[in-house]
């Protein structure tokens, strides 16, 4: 290759260098156009950066050692963190409706519960080891004062808002939403599944073994979940009422269909216990429904539904119910018969109550004999003694009050008087099997009460003693009246009523036959002499004496018939009024006792009538001496002795009124023995 081919090539090769150098300072002009708003966006951040390094005031080794303790610090910081997103990430499921998915709702609460256990555990510590860096950097003066001040403030407020309230700051008030939904949740499962009995009071005694039904096994498992997570929260005590509240409530709207108004009785709203008996029987039964069915299924149920809980705990909600439901109110209307005016039918009815409760007496023990149940026991023990003290109190003054009668004034009618008849009756009842061992029962607790000890006879000799009272009474009654005849009807009536009213009873038995035929043959005797000294004598008046063969002259016999028959008119006119007023109760006795008055004088009227009839019936002026014939004699005898309309009634009548006030009004005066 020649020189010229030499040079060819080096200037070729210049060019290239050229054009690349041409191309780099292109390359390098377009770079720099673009690094200049960089290099201004520096410069313009260079002041805050600037600003942001200057609280650190250390060399690079200073640095370096300072870095691992940072570290340390920041990690539970970042875990705490990452545990509140957690947190707000439970937010829309805990929100919602527990009832869709207990279960689910469930197990996200206590993820809840488990984060903030360790939000709580870890929250002081993080916030300590915050502090402790800061106290480094303070005392190795590492850091701005003003930055570390800052730093401590911060660190402040943090800790004071950890120890007030610490939970709701923490979750935000997620933790009590969702409590508030469980408790919302709670009241609906029982309110919707807690149903009242449909039924009456007529219908009570047709359903002897109604029960409520039991809440579903399912919701028992669902409410007994959801008291766990409750309980775990403090929230127990609102669980109860709320359990409370709605069972106590379902409870007294079984009760309302019976018709229970009148356990709100006042003792100034009625006079005495007979007006209010009807309610006493109601009460037993009543009482009687509500302790063994709805009282026993509520123990039940509270311990099904508490029984995780504790003892102490379903007691106390069993307690709770019993007292709000109701039953508080039966021991109420106890004790206001107990306060009730003292008389004969009150001491029935106290032992009516003392037979319901002593019915009761294991039911109450088992369900009311808990510590939480005080105040029923208490209630109860108080009605029990005020019951027993009354009882007595008014059996020891049954003797007494039928002694003061001794004093008063005989009917006047000559009939059984009322106390005979109430007390004959009373003391028939006492020895009853309804009331004996009731009775009985009462007298022994009330002796052991004083440390007295109860003699198997107490009763029958206190009972004994009574109807000797009465037998003096009517003794001292008899010999009260001034006319001899009315005294012998009055004794036959009495003597007759113990017979006949007692035979074939229990105080009949207790009397025994003799004291019986005894009485019977009182009533004979008395009847004979009554009969005797009254109309046994009208007879007589009717004489046949100078009438046979008209030895006289028919003028004559004529004058005596006339005589005659006007004496024994006078004579029955006068027998007849004083007696249509006197009393025989009994229907045999009246009829049998007519009979004999009629067969003494009847027949002896119409034989006279029929023999010496025709000689007056004859002269103008017959009808003064010829007033009756024989069959309205008979009309007018066998009209005698009828009792007064309502004058006499049973036992169970109105119109003892509760009283002995006099023999025939019984009543219990304040008389002590």
């Known amino acids: 290759m020649g020189p010229g081919d030499a040079n060819i090539d080096k200037l070729l090769s210049s060019r290239k260098s050229l054009c690349l150098s041409l191309e780099k300072s292109k390359a390098l002009g377009f770079a720099l156009e673009k690094a200049g708003p960089r290099l201004e966006e520096i410069s313009q951040r260079l002041p805050s950066l600037e600003a942001a390094v200057r609280p650190i005031r250390a060399n690079k080794d200073a640095l370096v050692a300072v870095g691992g303790h940072i570290d340390r610090a920041v990690g539970p910081a970042a875990a705490v963190l990452k545990v509140f997103d957690a947190v707000h990430g439970l937010e829309k499921s805990l929100l919602s409706d527990p009832r869709s998915d207990l279960p689910g709702y469930l197990a996200v609460l206590k993820r809840l519960e488990e984060a903030l256990r360790f939000l709580a555990d870890n929250c002081g510590l993080a916030i300590q080891w915050l502090e402790d860096i800061v106290e480094y950097l303070e005392d190795n003066v590492l850091a701005d004062d003003r930055y570390l001040l800052n730093l401590k403030k911060s660190l402040k407020d943090l800790r004071e808002l950890q120890n007030n309230d610490e939970r709701a700051r923490l979750d935000g008030g997620l933790l009590e939403a969702a409590l508030d939904k469980l408790e919302d949740e709670f009241r609906r499962l029982l309110t919707e599944n807690s149903v009242p009995l449909s039924m009456s009071s007529e219908s009570l005694g047709e359903q002897a073994c109604i029960a409520p039904s039991p809440l579903p096994f399912l919701v028992i498992q669902k409410l007994q979940a959801i008291l766990g997570r409750l309980k775990a929260n403090n929230r127990l005590d609102s669980c109860i009422s709320i359990y409370v509240e709605v069972r106590s409530s379902n409870v007294?709207?079984?009760?309302?269909?019976?018709?229970?108004?009148?356990?709100?009785?006042?003792?100034?709203?009625?006079?005495?216990?007979?007006?209010?008996?009807?309610?006493?029987?109601?009460?037993?039964?009543?009482?009687?429904?509500?302790?063994?069915?709805?009282?026993?299924?509520?123990?039940?149920?509270?311990?099904?539904?508490?029984?995780?809980?504790?003892?102490?705990?379903?007691?106390?909600?069993?307690?709770?119910?019993?007292?709000?439901?109701?039953?508080?109110?039966?021991?109420?209307?106890?004790?206001?018969?107990?306060?009730?005016?003292?008389?004969?039918?009150?001491?029935?009815?106290?032992?009516?109550?003392?037979?319901?409760?002593?019915?009761?007496?294991?039911?109450?023990?088992?369900?009311?004999?808990?510590?939480?149940?005080?105040?029923?026991?208490?209630?109860?023990?108080?009605?029990?003694?005020?019951?027993?003290?009354?009882?007595?109190?008014?059996?020891?003054?049954?003797?007494?009050?039928?002694?003061?009668?001794?004093?008063?004034?005989?009917?006047?009618?000559?009939?059984?008087?009322?106390?005979?008849?109430?007390?004959?009756?009373?003391?028939?009842?006492?020895?009853?099997?309804?009331?004996?061992?009731?009775?009985?029962?009462?007298?022994?607790?009330?002796?052991?009460?004083?440390?007295?000890?109860?003699?198997?006879?107490?009763?029958?000799?206190?009972?004994?003693?009574?109807?000797?009272?009465?037998?003096?009474?009517?003794?001292?009654?008899?010999?009260?009246?001034?006319?001899?005849?009315?005294?012998?009807?009055?004794?036959?009536?009495?003597?007759?009523?113990?017979?006949?009213?007692?035979?074939?009873?229990?105080?009949?038995?207790?009397?025994?036959?003799?004291?019986?035929?005894?009485?019977?043959?009182?009533?004979?005797?008395?009847?004979?002499?009554?009969?005797?000294?009254?109309?046994?004598?009208?007879?007589?008046?009717?004489?046949?004496?100078?009438?046979?063969?008209?030895?006289?002259?028919?003028?004559?016999?004529?004058?005596?018939?006339?005589?005659?028959?006007?004496?024994?008119?006078?004579?029955?006119?006068?027998?007849?009024?004083?007696?249509?007023?006197?009393?025989?109760?009994?229907?045999?006795?009246?009829?049998?006792?007519?009979?004999?008055?009629?067969?003494?004088?009847?027949?002896?009227?119409?034989?006279?009538?029929?023999?010496?009839?025709?000689?007056?019936?004859?002269?103008?002026?017959?009808?003064?001496?010829?007033?009756?014939?024989?069959?309205?004699?008979e009309k007018m005898i066998t009209s005698l002795f009828h009792p007064k309309p309502g004058q006499y009634g049973s036992f169970k009548g109105r119109q003892y009124s509760g009283k002995f006030q006099s023999v025939n009004q019984p009543h219990l005066s304040p008389t002590r023995r």
């Open 252 to 633: 007294r709207a079984s009760l309302q269909a019976l018709n229970l108004d009148y356990l709100e009785i006042s003792i100034s709203e009625f006079n005495d216990v007979q007006s209010i008996e009807g309610y006493i029987a109601q009460w037993g039964k009543h009482l009687e429904f509500a302790v063994k069915h709805l009282f026993e299924a509520e123990y039940k149920l509270c311990n099904d539904v508490f029984e995780r809980i504790g003892l102490d705990v379903w007691m106390g909600c069993f307690a709770k119910i019993a007292a709000q439901a109701g039953i508080l109110a039966f021991l109420q209307f106890g004790k206001t018969v107990t306060e009730s005016k003292k008389d004969p039918i009150k001491l029935l009815k106290l032992l009516d109550i003392f037979a319901s409760l002593n019915k009761l007496r294991l039911d109450f023990n088992r369900l009311f004999g808990g510590a939480s149940c005080m105040e029923i026991q208490n209630l109860t023990r108080d009605l029990i003694k005020r019951v027993i003290n009354g009882a007595c109190e008014i059996f020891w003054e049954l003797l007494v009050q039928v002694e003061l009668q001794r004093q008063t004034s005989p009917p006047v009618d000559g009939s059984v008087p009322r106390l005979v008849s109430f007390v004959t009756d009373y003391c028939n009842r006492l020895l009853g099997d309804d009331y004996k061992p009731i009775l009985t029962q009462a007298l022994v607790i009330h002796r052991s009460w004083k440390n007295e000890k109860f003699q198997d006879r107490l009763l029958i000799d206190a009972i004994l003693d009574i109807i000797k009272a009465i037998e003096l009474n009517l003794e001292t009654w008899s010999k009260a009246y001034e006319e001899n005849t009315l005294s012998r009807f009055f004794l036959m009536n009495n003597h007759w009523h113990l017979y006949k009213n007692l035979k074939g009873t229990k105080l009949g038995t207790l009397l025994g036959d003799s004291w019986l035929k005894k009485h019977e043959q009182y009533k004979e005797d008395y009847a004979a002499i009554y009969l005797r000294e009254s109309w046994g004598k009208l007879p007589a008046l009717l004489s046949r004496e100078g009438l046979i063969l008209f030895s006289g002259g028919r003028a004559t016999a004529r004058d005596l018939v006339k005589k005659r028959l006007k004496k024994f008119n006078e004579a029955f006119d006068d027998m007849y009024e004083k007696q249509l007023k006197w009393v025989v109760s009994d229907k045999d006795l009246r009829e049998k006792t007519c009979q004999l008055i009629v067969q003494a004088i009847v027949p002896v009227y119409r034989s006279y009538m029929q023999n010496y009839g025709p000689l007056v019936e004859q002269d103008s002026s017959a009808s003064k001496y010829v007033k009756f014939s024989a069959q309205s004699l």
